[in-house]
Structures are given as C-alpha cells and as structure tokens.
C-alpha cells in the first residue's frame, strides 16, 4: 500500500458546494443516488478529470449534467473528465449493508442501519471526494419499509416526510452548515427516544435526543443530563453556542470505537450512552459523560473548524481531549481527574512514544489513517495544548481560542492555523514551541539541585529520545510548575512556573527553609519524565506534605516505581529493599489515617502504578523490561501492604461498605472498598474470599458487585465460579455487562488465565463480529500483564491469531492488538524473541488488510 505524505497535500481541483443523496434502504440492499453540483476550484491547479474516490463500490450509472459520461476506473476511484467550469455529477450505487463487517460506512447493526463514515467510510457508500477539505451542504431523501425502520434520522433538521401506500416512508433532511464528507450521517431502525429540550445562552431552544433499542431507554438519563452539562459548560467556558435547533444521538451496539461526531447526529457505541446504578459503574459514568461532552464540544473544534487534511488530526483530537478534560475536572473535581488523565497517557501513550509506532502528534506520512487515532494524536495533543494553556494562563488562552473560532470558522484548518491564533489572540512567541508538533519521543528532564546562599539552584536537562525516522531532536519548551519546600522547616515554597527551553539551564529560587525539597512538574504541566534521585524520605515528606495533590500522588508513584523497579531488577540490598518497603506502607498508613482527604482522593493514592508504566520505567538504557521480575515485585508489594495494615483495610473496608449508594461520600467510599479488598486479597486469600462475597451479596449497585468479582477472579476459591455464574445468570440478557463478565476474567490474577480465556473464546456469547465483545475478552487479555507475557509465549500466540482471524472481518480493530506485540524491543530477550516471532508469522500469512500491514511492518523494522 503507498504511503501518503504531509508534504504531498494540494487542494482539490473542485468545489463541491452541494449534495443530494438520495437512499433506498434495506437491510441487505440499499441503492444510493448521488447528485454532486461540482465548480472549479479557483486555488488548486487546473484539472480535467474529477476523482471521486471509491471503495469496493461499482457505479451503476454515471452522468454529467444529464447526459451519460465518459468515465473510467483508477482502482476503487472513479474517474469522470469534465470540461466546463461547473457541472452536475450524478452516481448510483449499490451496497449491502448486513456483509458490511468492517463496520465503515452504512453497516447494519441489531436491524437497524448506520453510518460510520471517519476517516474514509463515506467513499464506502457512494463515490466522492473523500477527503476533509471539501466542504458541501447535504439534502438527503431516505425512504423504506416503515415497520423494519419507523425511525429515519439524518444530519441537520428533518424538512419533510411522507407515507406511501405499499408500507414504505420517507424523510428529507437538509443540514444548512457545509460539512466534510466524514461528518455525514444516516440511521434508520426501530429507535425510541428520550429527549430534553436546552434552551441556549442567546435563548433558543435546542430539541435533545438520546435514541436507543425500547429496552435501553430507562437507562439514557445520565446521557442526557451529560448533554445539557456539556452544553452550558462549552457556552460559559469556551464562549461556544450550539447551532442547530435539534441534536440527535443514537447509542448503537456495533461499533469499532466510542462515538462519532457527526453534525446534529452523533452515532454512539452503547458502552457510552446506557448507565444506571445496577449495570454501570462509577468509572462508566464518568465514561459516559466524558464521551458525551467529547462529541458535543466537537461541534466547534472539529465540525464548524475541522481539518485540512487527516495529518491534522490532532487539531481537532488533541484539543477536543483538552476539552473534554478539563469539563470533566470541573464537573467531578481537578486533582482526581488530573491524575486519572496522567494514568492513561502513562499507560497508553508513553509505551507508544518509545516503541516502533511512535509518531508526532501531526504525522508526517501514514499508509492507513486509521491507524493515527491514537494515544499520541488524541493525549498527547491534548497535553501539548494544555501546555500553552499553562504559558498563557486561562484567560489569555480563551483569547487565542476565541480568535481561532473566528478566523476559522466555516474552514478546514492546520495545526499551524491553531498555533497561529494562539500566538496572536494569547500573546504568546511560540515559535519553537512548534516543534511539540512535529518531534516524537518523551522528553525526559534530569534534575539537580545545589544551595547557595539563601537559594536553590536547579539544574534541569532535556533530553529527547529518537524515534523511527528522527534520530536526531531539538530541545523543546518544556514549561514546568515548581516549588521549594522545606523538610526540616515543614514548610512549603510558594509554587511557580519554569520553562526549559535550552538542553540545561540553571533556575535560582527562593529556598523556603533548610532541607530544601523540590516539587516539580505539578499538576503534570509537561508530558515529560522527570528523572531524579530523591531520597526515600524526601518522597515520604511529598507524599504527606505537598499543598499540590497531584504532587502528592506523584511522591508515592515514584517512591513505589524506584522499590518496584529496584526489586525487580535485583539492584537492591536487602536492606534497602526492607527499608523501602517500610517506607511505602508507611506512606500509605498515613493516607488511610489523614482525615482531611476524601475517600476519591484517597483511592488515587492507595493505587501503585501499573505494570506497563513499571516496564517502561525498567527498560531504560540497555537495560530491558522484565515482566516476570516486575509482576512478582508488584505483587510481593501489594501481599506486603495487606498484611502490614490489614488492620486498617479491613477498618476502611467496613467503613466504606456503610456508607450508602445515593450518599455524595458514595462514590469515593465505594473506590476505597475495593482497593481495600486488593491488598488484603493478596495477602490472606482465603480471608478475602468471604469477604468479596459478602461485597458482592450485599451489592446494591454494579460499582461494589463488579469490584468484588474482580477480586474474587483472581483467587483460586469456590466463591469465585459461584459468583461468577450468578453474575452471567443475572445479567446474561445485557450485552455490556456480559462484556463486563468476559473482561473480568481476561483480566484476572487466576494462575490459569490462558485456559481460562481460550475456553471463553469458545462461549456461545463470544463473536468475533462486535468489537466490544472482542474487546471485552481478547483487548482485556493483552492487557493483562501476567497471562499475555507468560514465559510460554501463549498469550502472545493468542492475540497473533486473534489478529489473523479478525484482520479479514474488521481490519480496524484487529490492527489495533498489533501494539501489544510491537513493543518487543524493550523486553528481556526470551520473551522478545517469542513477540517478534509472532509478529513475523502474521506478516508470512499472505494478504493482510492495509491497517494490520502498516502496524507489523512497522513494528518489524
Ligand atoms: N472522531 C471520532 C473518530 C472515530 C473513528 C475513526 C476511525 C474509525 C472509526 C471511528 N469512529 C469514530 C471519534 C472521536 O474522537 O470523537
Ligand atoms: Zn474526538
């Protein structure tokens, strides 16, 4: 497959400043007539011939301006010479929406039909100029068989509709704001809706709908009342109003990720629309808000100023992430959400950074776009604008954006463009900052401190890693909050913001006392890793201490990496190790005991850091990953914690337990419930057992049953296949709690894991053909440290032909297991050696999608 490069971009040689499409639906055949009103484009070179891409479409007829045309075959694209300025382009297609697995495009999902059109779905449904640059105004007719699709749904507002007398209806929408092809949208099913109408700041009133299957709806409230969150907040926050006077959502049940932005009708997976106490979580809630607020606040960043072409990705990704953060901080509070945040780009976007796909945030050349939603675009993109949020401070950044809104409105902009209005409506020089855009890697800053006088000098070091194709980097800005405490004084230094721009630079700053203490990098200002050797005490004194809480769980992440990664690799004395040890449970006694945290606060802290972010810690230099090593020090440290406070565990565990669901202490009370059951379940198994029963018995919410089930699959008891049965048996009608019931299971600390999986592989609920089912098992599995890097190699022989079986059906979501094995390199050669091995048998198994390709021969290289 060729690959597509930034620097290659031209505009395309026509406007397209019009569509109708006009749909006969059925399930198994839908014929699609495209009528395209084509001018010239004055700014792009002049062209002869019109290119409207295709895929896997043949045209049944192609006219210009009514008369038959000349056209002709470029691969899947259709290729039309055209002669005068302007003209009238009409297609007719064919499709089949139920052999449509791969889910782009118009696909059937439960009897219903929907589109997924981004990045290039829409050339799946008729031939167009599939690229997000041209920019249309849709009218679209759909008529069907009314009893199989009483609903009929597009972008925009509906302008007519009609009965005919053999069965069938039809409806006419047209959607006034010009839009990219990817932003189009059509569903048609058997929907029911459960609607609120919003009445925006200048006072007009915006119908709201959540659509989903009659047996969803009284789950849709969470939804609909994220919605309206989301709405005010844009318009207080961001200035943004929302334009159209109807805004559709549909929860749909395939789908390969989380929801789709499309004008006035956005298409959701279930798994971020259907909550209530009994089958949700807590983390699914704020999921469900999180993705709701995320396609809504699209409508500015993304739809009204979308994007030049598919290497700006991150320009809507990166600040819509941002977005959706920051609205969520202020919906559930800062700190929490902050380090949650930090958690996901640790563990997804900081192994992809230094593995073989790592990638600026705005690629310079892809082969299948598809594959650029990623951690990189989307997280770090999201950090590299909050960064300049940091410089600016918050009202002078709403400058920027507000000068962006309006200069872009109506375009397809760059990342250039964004940084521009930035500079200009903020007041910032971010002309080297630029190259956050374009350098892949984690930087990484050492520190060094010296005292002189009555200041501290702090000696800080960049350094940015190669990257495939980068061998060579620039130091970049790297704006970082700090503060100088005082461990002998207690006291705390007042916070301010450092910026490293050179490769070290010195910074002289107010000591606050003797026994100096530097706080750095707080509140995460920079997505960078911090290197430095502080002593044990010092991290003990933060962890306590710090006035920054996010500092504070920052101390105890890195006390427990250094005890983790030092046992692990075998590095520490005994007495060292004792004495960290001891430091660690000290730490943690003190936050059960501080009775001015709340209990979410406090569930953060009780959290030691993954085992991917550990491995990543460990394969520094030339030294490599060992996962066996670092999965037994992890767990020798949680059976160590249980014991040493099961005392205050079980104290905090039965404080907790009575604590009620509707109590707003709830939600923190249930997050330290099973925490406290985690440490305590890996030091008396058998004690903990009862006691995750009893959690699970007494559960009157899916938060307390799913966390006991958690704990319980681990252990190997009676409990735990009684429970687990009850679980199915209760919930077996529920799609995304029997999901929940495989993940849990992929995930668990049970010895068997491997048989345990291969034997749910074969459960008459498992299909390879909805994604979160196979995300539910096999994404969960490969992301269980213990069962996928087993000695054997099993686990990653699993998801190689997870990849295989999948890459024919859904190329998209089978690409994505490729990452787990891609990151090869940075583990102990045994286990290396099986990685590549499997990698290697999936390049030799013949024809491979564009998107499995492009991720294993990227990997290989
Ligand atoms: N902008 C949306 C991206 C998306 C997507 C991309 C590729 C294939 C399927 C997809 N479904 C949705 C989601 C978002 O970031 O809001
Ligand atoms: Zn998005």
Redesign the pocket.
Known sequence: PPVILREDYRPFGWLVPEVRLDFDLGLTRTRVRAELTVQRNARADHADTIRLNGDGLKPLSVTVDGAAADWRMDGDDLIVPLREDAHLIAVETEIDPTANTQ??GLYASGGMLCT?C??E?FRRITFFPDRPDVLSVYTVRMHGPKAVFPILLCNGNRVAEGDNDDGTHWAEWNDPWPKPSYLFALVAGDLVANSKPFVTCSGREVECNIWVRKEDLARTDHALESLHRSMQWDEEVFGREYDLDLYNIVAVSD???????NKGLN?FNTKYVLADPDTATDADFDAVEG?IA??YF?NWS?NRVTCRDWFQLSL??GF??LRDQLFSQDMRGEAVKRIEDVRILRAAQFPEDAGPLAHPIRPDSYRE??NF?TATV?NKGAEVIRMMRSMAGVERFRAGTDLYFDRHDGEAATCEDFVRAIEDGAGLDLAQFRLWYSQAGTPRVSVSQKVEGDSLELTLRQTVPATPGQPDKQPMPIPLRVAVHSRAAAALGAEQLVVLAEAERTFTLPLSGPDPVVSINRGFTAPVVIERALDREDLVFLAAHDDDPFARSEALQELAVGHLVGTASGTLSADQQAAGEAAIIGAFRSSLADAALDDAMRGELMMLPSETYLFEAMATGERKADPGAIHAAREGLKAAIGSALADELGALHARASAVPLDDPAGRGARKVKTQALVYLAAADPGRTAKLAAQQYDAADNMTDRQGALMVLCGLDCPERDERLAAFHARYKDNALVVDKWFTLQALSLHPDVIAQVRALAEHPDFTMRNPNRVRSLYMAFAGNPQGFHDASGEGYRMIADVILALDPINP?TAARFVPSLGRWRRIEPARAALMKGELERIMAAGKLSRDTFEQVSRSLE
């Open positions: 889910l782009m997924q981004e990045a779905g789908f390969n990720m989380g929801a789709m932005e298409v993705v995320h396609e699209h993304g809507k990704e819509t992430v776009i598809s939603y989307y998209q």
